[in-house]
Each structure stands twice: as structure tokens, then as C-alpha cells.
């Protein structure tokens, strides 16, 4: 069945960087998009990055341009997220989500809590 | 990238429909056939009840249903059960080649 894995967070200052991990199992990862959604604490969902499934292409939401950057390695069915220069606004829970066609984020994450404070 | 506009919160009976709008622009939601919903209960992950603007998943209800006219979506859930509170929120894809949620809505079933 498929599985979606986060790692990686945890509390990091502000200013720091910090790289989350997505590792998938169940489906052929190279063949899917792979989104980064977050959610900070009692708030809404914000979507946050996709990655073309042969990683061609990325998109970045506003907030985040310049600062993250999606990845992937086809070989490992492994997604990432670097950030960097975090803030206190970047707080919240990261889920990792694969994409089928162009709306459907079928499977997702347990999601992992990143927390940016000094 | 604004966010989609939803209606803060929602309520109803059991057995009775509620009706969830999300409001984008034509560079959104009224621009593409893209719109998908999510159901979030307290402390687990989203998942998708509808996708595609009207598709659903296997193994969703078919008391959910979705709709679009213009730049607005609605999610649609008929015969309301208390299962059915939680949290929703739309999706769509945009012209920037972008995603963009909508604030979420809170389903509360009396």
C-alpha cells in the first residue's frame, strides 16, 4: 500500500536552515508529482511546493521562494525540502503528498512538525 | 496567491445537506477544471473527497458530491452524519502553475 514518511523536523533558530525528508514506499515514485503542503498551529493549510514527478520542474508558493527548495531522487523514492533563513512564520507541520493527474492529492503524510524559534 | 475564500464555518443536522463554497478567480477556480476538497479531522492528515471539481475518489461517500460555476466551487454533503464534522478545505490549481487552498471551513454536525 502506499506510504508516505516525513522526517526532519524539530526546533531550529531563526535564520537556520533545516531539510525534510519524505520517503515513499508502495508506488512508483518516479512517476508521480510530489507536493509539500503545511499547516501551521490551528490554521489552515498552505501550500507550500510541487516537484514534477521526473523532477523537471519546480514551483514555490511566495512565502517561501528563494528560501526552500523541493528535490527528489528517483533512485531512493525519496522527497526533500530544504529551508532556509526560517522564521518564526514558518512554524507549522509539514506533510509530504503525491499527485495523480492535476488536482488530486491522493495519498499524504503523517506530517512533521518544524518549529522555528530562539 | 490569495488564498480561496471559504465560509468560516458550517453547520447541520443529521440526514440534512450542507452546501461548502469556495470562491477563486478566473485564474483559479473559474480557469480550470482543477478543484479538489479535503477532510481534515483533529490531528490527521487531509484527504481527498473530491477531485477534479466533481470526481470521487473509490471509497468516498456518494453523499459528497462537487460543483463549479465561474470562480466558485461547492462542495455538497447530503444525509450528514456526525462522521462527517471536521474540517474542509478546496483546492485548486492556477495559472501560475501554482496551488492555492482555501482558509478551510468547519463542518459542525448538531
Known amino acids: 500500500q502506499v506510504q508516505l514518511v516525513e522526517s526532519g523536523g524539530g526546533v531550529v533558530q531563526p535564520g537556520r536552515s533545516l531539510r525534510l525528508s519524505c520517503a515513499a514506499t508502495g508506488f512508483t515514485f518516479r512517476s508521480k508529482g510530489m507536493h509539500w503542503v503545511r499547516q501551521a498551529p490551528g490554521k489552515g493549510l498552505e501550500w507550500v511546493a510541487v516537484?514534477?514527478?521526473?523532477?523537471?520542474?519546480?514551483y514555490y508558493a511566495d512565502s517561501v521562494k528563494g528560501r526552500f527548495t523541493i528535490s527528489r531522487d528517483n533512485s531512493k523514492d525519496t522527497l526533500s525540502l530544504q529551508m532556509n533563513s526560517l522564521r518564526a512564520e514558518d512554524t507549522a507541520v509539514y506533510y509530504c503528498?503525491?499527485?495523480?493527474?492535476?488536482?488530486?492529492?491522493?495519498?499524504w503524510g503523517q506530517g512533521t512538525l518544524v518549529t522555528v524559534s530562539s | 496567491q490569495s488564498a480561496l475564500t471559504q465560509p468560516a464555518s458550517v453547520s447541520g443536522s443529521p440526514g440534512q445537506s450542507i452546501t461548502i463554497s469556495c470562491t477563486g478567480t478566473s485564474s483559479d477556480v473559474g480557469g480550470y477544471n482543477y478543484v479538489s476538497w479535503y477532510q481534515q479531522h483533529p490531528g490527521k492528515a487531509p484527504k481527498v473527497m473530491i477531485y477534479?471539481?466533481?470526481n470521487r475518489p473509490s471509497g468516498v461517500s456518494n453523499r459528497f458530491s462537487g460543483s463549479k460555476s465561474g470562480n466558485t466551487a461547492s462542495l455538497t454533503i447530503s444525509g450528514l452524519q456526525a462522521e462527517d464534522e471536521a474540517d474542509y478545505y478546496c483546492?485548486?490549481?492556477?495559472?501560475?502553475?501554482?496551488?492555492?487552498f482555501g482558509g478551510g471551513t468547519k463542518l459542525t454536525v448538531l
Open positions: 516537484i514534477w514527478y521526473d523532477g523537471s520542474k519546480e
Open positions: 477534479d471539481v466533481s
Open positions: 483546492s485548486s490549481y492556477t495559472t501560475s502553475t501554482t496551488w492555492v
Open positions: 503528498a503525491r499527485l495523480s493527474g492535476w488536482s488530486n492529492l491522493d495519498y
